[in-house]
């Protein structure tokens, strides 16, 4: 079964940043899109960001994290990160990467029901 890993989940006060990792040793992943997700406490999981297999080119952001938050890939690390900036308590979750992997050079899809390959997830507290 393919997988994804992410990594670089911490605790930081507000204001602070972090670096998530996502990558995989099973496909390569600047083929397919690639998202962020995230989960709350008590909160439905919801769309962070989207990077675009490298064919189609484009990034997604939600509202909450436009301006905050950028996502990017390393093709030669064959990684996708999401820097993180500006942090607030209220981005606290366990965030998740997601594949589309059932289409080749996959543009980003609000629908997560397209995301196949997911992580197992990192957590981020963002506390004083």
């Known amino acids: 079964q393919v997988k994804v890993v992410e990594s670089g989940g911490d605790l930081v006060q507000p204001g602070g940043s972090l670096r998530l990792s996502c990558t995989t040793s099973d496909f390569i992943l600047e083929n397919y899109a690639t998202a962020w997700f995230r989960q709350a406490p008590g909160k439905t999981r919801e769309g962070v960001s989207c990077i675009d297999s490298t064919y189609e080119g484009g990034t997604k952001y939600a509202a909450a994290v436009k301006g905050r938050f950028t996502v990017s890939r390393d093709a030669y690390l064959n990684t996708v990160y999401l820097q993180m900036s500006s942090l607030k308590p209220e981005d606290t979750a366990v965030y998740y990467c997601?594949?589309?992997?059932?289409?080749?050079?996959?543009?980003?899809?609000?629908?997560?029901?397209?995301?196949?390959?997911w992580g197992q997830g990192t957590q981020v507290t963002v506390s004083a």
């Open positions: 997601a594949v589309y992997e059932r289409d080749y050079y996959s543009k980003c899809s609000e629908n997560q029901d397209v995301y196949t390959v």
